[in-house]
């Protein structure tokens, strides 16, 4: 199951990627291709939720309390940005600046959404549980320091810029989907 999920959730956000950038003004939500954006996107991280449940599957009992806590806050920022993101979608639409960092900009200037403040708290939450997940499932040797290295970078990517970062946080996963051993 890890595999193919981790593999499922590279290919989405690779192609999440591929359709934003042939169409970087898609939070218009006026097309078809903008309406496949968020549908990819969903589906990205629905595979993703998936994908970390598998890991967590496969290393809980090596990677301790930290790993857990790690997996509880990465799965709950995960939810919490997803309902955040299609809650707000005119948020996203007035700050069209890309990354997951323009929300801060909308906070900074003071437009207080909701929606805008769910996705916040659900990418810091996310972050954060992500990095703890990442450090104890390497610091364990249950993820190649590589791999736990990959999908922070991939982290990072998505952090710094939308389209880009996308690919790159795919190109991880699917790199770990084959590093690690298949399930038994």
Request: charged share 0%.
């Given at each position: 199951m890890f595999r193919w999920a981790s593999l499922l959730v590279g290919a989405l956000s690779v192609v999440e990627?591929?359709?934003?950038?042939s169409n970087p003004g898609y939070y218009d939500y006026d097309t078809l291709n903008d309406r496949l954006v968020l549908v990819v996107e969903g589906a990205a991280l629905l595979a993703f939720l998936v994908a970390l449940s598998g890991l967590h599957a496969r290393l809980a009992t090596a990677y301790g309390r930290a790993g857990t806590a790690g997996f509880i806050a990465t799965f709950v920022g995960i939810a919490l940005a997803g309902a955040g993101h299609i809650v707000a979608v005119p948020f996203f639409d007035f700050l069209d600046t890309g990354g997951m960092v323009y929300p801060l900009f909308a906070l900074k200037q003071g437009i207080l959404l909701f929606g805008g403040l769910v996705y916040v708290a659900g990418a810091i939450l996310l972050s954060a549980g992500y990095l703890l997940l990442c450090g104890a499932a390497a610091r364990t040797g249950g993820l190649p320091i590589w791999c736990a290295l990959a999908l922070v970078a991939?982290?990072?990517?998505?952090?710094?810029?939308?389209a880009a970062g996308w690919i790159f946080f795919g190109l991880a996963w699917a790199f770990v989907a084959y590093a690690l051993p298949p399930e038994k």
């Open positions: 990627g591929i359709l934003i950038l991939g982290l990072a990517g998505l952090w710094l810029g939308n």
